[in-house]
Nanobody, 123 residues
Framework: QVQLVESGGGLVQPGGSLRLSCAAS???????????MGWYRQAPGKQRELVAT???????DYADSVKGRFTISRDNAKNTVYLQMNSLETDDTAGYYC??????????????WGQGTQVTVSS
């Protein structure tokens, strides 16, 4: 029932910008609430890696490779997390996946993943 729909990927030249969006739906908010939201990426031949996270309180963390270039944000009213990517480099080329932690009213937390969106940085 829970769906995470991603958008915003594409082909961009080095130095360009993209903005990724991930909207969550199908959540029974009388029972669950969204805690941490994040973005991960996976390039060919590499393992999936953390890009950025934002907590329900607004605290953010970034991978060292994207600090100063990427910004993660969330709109709780829209149940959406964003990733603004500036000064893109060829090494940023990867499939990008959003992740949402849902917390049940009784305590346990469960992760949900988006379908992925491709970001290709090439001249």
């Amino acid at each position: 029932q829970v769906q995470l729909v991603e958008s915003g990927g594409g082909l961009v030249q080095p130095g360009g910008s993209l903005r990724l969006s991930c909207a969550a739906s199908g959540i029974i908010f009388s029972i669950f609430s969204i805690d941490t939201m994040g973005w991960y990426r996976q390039a060919p031949g590499k393992q999936r890696e953390l890009v950025a996270t934002v907590t329900s309180g607004g605290s953010t963390d970034y991978a060292d490779s994207v600090k100063g270039r990427f910004t993660i944000s969330r709109d709780n009213a829209k149940n959406t997390v964003y990733l603004q990517m500036n000064s893109l480099e060829t090494d940023d080329t990867a499939g990008y996946y959003c992740n949402v932690d849902l917390r049940a009213a009784w305590g346990p937390t469960r992760d949900y993943w988006g379908q992925g969106t491709q970001v290709t940085v090439s001249s």
